[in-house]
């Protein structure tokens, strides 16, 4: 199940232009039957890259959750709770990021 909807989200990234780096899927079962569960492909749990500005061995541009991580390497935090709070700034950035994705895979403007 999992190659198959990567598959399909694969190569429909690849046809707007996109790479679909990597993704998670979970799964569960009930009454005796796999199900999909949580969120699937978004920019939490994916990362997408231009296909255009990739370049092998060097940190891509990406729409996803990866602007928020590279922030977050640049300060000296310890990584335990509580974490940073993320300036208004990052915020923005991220939602942009996101909703870029969004657009570049629907050709539609989210609702917000």
Known sequence: MSLD???KARDYAASKGIILADTKFEFGEIDGETILIDEVLTPDSSRYWPADKYQVGKNQESFDKQYVRDWLETLDWGKTYPGPEIPADVVKNT??????????LTGKQPEL
């Open 5 to 7: 909807i990567y598959t």
């Open 95 to 104: 939602l942009a990021k996101y909703e870029e994705i969004f657009v570049r």
